[in-house]
């Protein structure tokens, strides 16, 4: 009887990685927002102040179509990695894309709903990085 094929599993995220290791990561993820033109890009250090995260990226994009594809370019450039979101929430909308990396959580936003829900205010003692070439 032959044997199954042997599936590579895709760690979501690995276990407590190193603060150089969140960092890096949340770099990475600005940088491939940058790649695909996604603007306001900004990169906070959230860790002393959040429980569910160490990195908070945001990032403006044109519209619902622009969204998805900054979205859809995290996800696939991730996997290629071998790292996969936790979660992905509002792709079908394309207002606010959220994708959970564990370490770093990106939301993409258009806009309306960015100036809207403000999330740019909520960590305002955060360390802010150096996020790409967004605007």
């Not at 969204?67 to 995290?74: C, E, N, S, V």
Request: overall charge neutral; glycine content about 6%.
């Amino acid at each position: 009887m032959p044997r199954p094929p042997v599936r590579r599993k895709i760690s979501p995220s690995p276990a407590a990685a190193s603060p150089a290791a969140s960092l890096a990561l949340a770099r990475e993820l600005a940088r491939l927002l940058a790649e695909k033109k996604a603007r306001r890009l900004r990169l906070l250090d959230v860790g002393a102040r959040c429980s569910y995260t160490d990195f908070v990226i945001l990032a403006s994009a044109g519209n619902e179509r622009h969204a998805r594809a900054l979205a859809d370019h995290l996800s696939e450039s991730m996997k290629e990695r071998r790292r996969r979101p936790l979660g992905i929430e509002g792709v079908d909308a394309g207002q606010w894309v959220l994708l959970d990396f564990g370490d770093a959580v990106v939301h993409i936003l258009q806009e309306p709903v960015r100036e809207l829900y403000d999330l740019d205010r909520l960590w305002p003692d955060s360390i802010e990085h150096p996020a790409g070439e967004g605007e």
